[in-house]
């Protein structure tokens, strides 16, 4: 079999945005639903915590 040679893949992460919003489209703030599934979201990391893993990599430097 011939040997495959490697390309060089750029990755290009913050050259440009990686998602694109349409300013056209309505704000969902304020919005009931998903107000409630935030403060739903809010109530269980507050009852139940983060993984220590998590919190760990939260606070080391880079």
Same mark, same amino acid.
């Given at each position: 079999? #011939? +040997?495959?040679?490697?390309?060089? /893949? @750029?990755?290009? /992460?913050?050259?440009? =945005?990686? %998602?694109? %919003?349409?300013? @056209?489209? =309505? @704000?969902?703030?304020?919005?009931?639903?998903?107000? !409630?599934? #935030?403060?739903? #979201?809010?109530?269980?990391?507050? !009852? %139940?915590?983060?993984?220590?893993?998590?919190?760990? +990599?939260?606070?080391? =430097?880079?």
């Amino acid at each position: 079999m #011939a +040997r495959k040679e490697k390309k060089a /893949i @750029s990755k290009g /992460i913050g050259t440009k =945005p990686l %998602v694109t %919003v349409d300013p @056209s489209l =309505p @704000s969902f703030e304020g919005n009931e639903y998903f107000e !409630k599934k #935030a403060n739903a #979201a809010k109530k269980l990391l507050k !009852k %139940v915590g983060l993984p220590k893993e998590l919190t760990q +990599r939260l606070n080391t =430097p880079r």
